[in-house]
């Protein structure tokens, strides 16, 4: 079982910037991939940003290519997720993923965090 721990939301005006971290209790191996899903109110759950665990690869949803940057500190077990130029629709509650396959085949979810931008 593999457990997920978000930190880092909060509530920012318009252009700011926040960083979201995900702890994973267990040593991620370089197999997996750590990923950010979102949702907002009264909308279903989108995927933001996915990295592989071993080779560093990325991938990042178009409405926040060029804004939000996924990274992570192997020695922590952790994945970041640095959001610049945050806009009102950024809001949402930010989930962390572990999958043991690819980056969009989440197998383990955290409690999420919540992210909330004022125009």
């Known amino acids: 079982q593999v457990q997920l721990g978000e930190s880092g939301g909060g509530l920012v005006q318009a252009g700011d910037s926040l960083r979201l971290s995900c702890a994973a209790s267990v040593r991620i191996y370089s197999s997996a991939a750590m990923a950010w899903y979102r949702q907002a109110p009264g909308k279903e759950r989108e995927f933001v940003a996915a990295?592989?665990?071993?080779?560093?690869?990325?991938y990042y949803s178009d409405s926040v290519k060029g804004r939000f940057t996924i990274s992570k500190d192997g020695a922590k077990n952790t994945v970041y997720l640095q959001m610049n130029s945050l806009k009102p629709e950024d809001t949402a509650t930010y989930y962390c993923?572990?999958?043991?396959?690819?980056?969009?085949?989440?197998?383990?979810w955290g409690q999420g965090t919540q992210v909330t931008v004022s125009s």
């Open positions: 990295m592989r665990w071993g080779t560093g690869r990325t």
């Open positions: 993923t572990y999958s043991q396959t690819g980056p969009y085949e989440p197998h383990y």
